[in-house]
Each structure stands twice: as structure tokens, then as C-alpha cells.
């Protein structure tokens, strides 16, 4: 049997490649400035990544996150020179008002007793709002194997410096 065959060529330009010339980080405390900085994935002369330039957002609002700032945005702005292949990366950061736990609930619970799941959870009522602490005792209570979903939230309160946790099992 006789079929056509076709070839497809594609040719791509991806456009000039940037180097990092400068990162910034404003809008927080110079305290928290230099340990921030080592935490962002970038440094001067890499060149430019998207997915690095995400990296170093995600890793401000991890920062904050475990230390209170459940609110915490980040707005990242680029300042380019074409014609030296240089960009300026500004982390523009606004931590918001820090919060605490308010009361936990636990929702949808049929396998077991309250107090077990309370067991598992490495946060309490009062403590100041850690986002690393909420995903540990997610994935510890995924780990006991007795649900088949595990959803942590958190909801504000009236008073915008307590949030309460729900657990939904």
C-alpha cells in the first residue's frame, strides 16, 4: 500500500534571552530582608526564568505564611532592557494584618473519635497562623488511612486576627 507521507518543519525563535540584573524586595522590614533573600531560588547574572522568578514568590509567602501573615500577597514587576538583555525583578510584598487560630471544628468524622484528629494537629487555638503547620497536620491526618479526604481551611472570623480551622473528613 502506497500512503503519502508529509514532513513537518517547525522553526521556532524564542526570543532573546534575559539575564537578572537586579532583585528586589520591597515593602517589608530590613529585618526580614536578609533572610528572605537567600530563600528566593534567583541570583544576579542567572538568566531569567519564569519558573524561578514563581519559585522566589512562592517562597516570600511561605515565609510569611509561617509566621503569621495568613494574607499575604505578593506582586512581582519586571523592568527590561532590551537592548542589554537585562530585567529587574521587584517582589512588590504586602504581609497584611498577622493572624492567630480561632476555634477548630472537625467536620464529616465517622471513623473515629474527635480527639484522635485533634491528636494529630500540630497548631492550637491561640497560636499565631503557620502555614506549614496546617499542611503537616493535613498530610498526618491523611497518613492515619482512615478518610478518604482530608480538607484543612481556614475562615475569617469577624475579628480579621482570628481564623477559624475546619477540617472536613
Request: neutral net charge; hydrophobic residues 35%; proline residues 2%.
Amino acid at each position: 500500500i502506497n500512503s503519502p507521507k508529509s514532513e513537518l518543519l517547525y522553526k521556532i525563535d524564542e526570543g532573546r534571552h534575559y539575564q537578572i540584573r537586579n532583585i528586589l524586595v520591597t515593602g517589608i522590614a530590613d529585618s526580614d530582608l536578609q533572610e528572605l533573600i537567600v530563600r528566593i531560588p534567583l541570583s544576579k547574572g542567572q538568566s531569567a526564568s519564569y519558573r524561578f522568578i514563581s519559585m522566589g514568590s512562592e517562597a516570600i509567602k511561605s515565609y510569611f505564611g509561617n509566621r503569621g501573615f495568613i494574607n499575604i500577597s505578593v506582586n512581582i514587576s519586571y523592568e527590561t532592557d532590551p537592548a542589554k538583555g537585562i530585567v529587574d525583578i521587584e517582589y512588590q510584598v504586602k504581609e497584611g494584618k498577622k493572624a492567630q487560630i480561632g476555634n477548630i471544628s472537625i467536620n464529616g468524622n465517622k471513623q473515629t473519635l474527635d480527639e484522635v484528629i485533634r491528636r494529630e494537629l500540630v497548631f492550637l487555638p491561640g497560636e499565631d497562623y503557620n502555614k506549614s503547620r496546617i499542611t503537616a497536620s493535613e498530610n498526618r491526618l491523611r497518613n492515619l488511612n482512615y478518610f478518604e479526604m482530608v480538607n484543612i481551611n481556614t475562615e475569617s472570623k469577624s475579628n480579621d486576627q482570628f481564623y477559624d480551622v475546619n477540617i472536613r473528613v
